[in-house]
């Protein structure tokens, strides 16, 4: 499994990748334009992210513009529904629109607050099938 670490902040991109990767190669961008970038790349490479890790508040592209760009990458691909990335919005922001724009605007799969509890995190990523 390809899994994008998408946040501006080196310390969340450091822990992440820690953690993850016992469950696939991990690729990191510091922002949302550079995860948009490395998506289509592995989208035109025909390997595909699986699972894509985005922080909502970040420079040059926030993580719910980067989500837009994504969807709309996959359905002009012809991703086939129930094919596209699985997504968990990772962020400091746990008020009611930022939530609500992930689940019903980006489709994402997951949202965590942080600071990460990283135990709770994974067994709610199995218990989801993301990992």
């Given amino acids: 499994m390809k899994i994008l670490i998408v946040d501006d ?3 969340s991109q450091l822990t992440l990748r820690a953690t993850l990767a ?5 690729v990191c961008a510091g922002n949302g334009r550079e995860g948009v970038d490395l998506f289509t790349l592995a989208l035109n490479d025909g390997k595909p992210f699986g699972v894509v890790f985005m922080d909502i508040q970040m420079p040059v592209m926030d993580g719910h513009a980067a989500l837009a760009a994504i969807r709309e990458l996959e359905r002009a691909r012809a991703v ?7 997504v968990v919005m990772i962020t400091c922001h746990d008020d009611v629109k ?7 605007r980006g489709n994402a799969t997951c ?3 942080k600071p990460l ?3 709770a995190m994974l067994e709610t990523l199995k218990k989801e099938s993301v990992l």
């Fill in 117 to 119: 509890h990283l135990a």
């Fill in 80 to 86: 086939a529904p129930g094919q596209e990335a699985k």
């Fill in 111 to 113: 949202y965590f607050t």
């Fill in 98 to 104: 930022n939530v609500a724009t992930s689940f019903f």
């Fill in 22 to 26: 016992p469950f696939g190669e991990c």
């Fill in 9 to 11: 902040d080196p310390l």
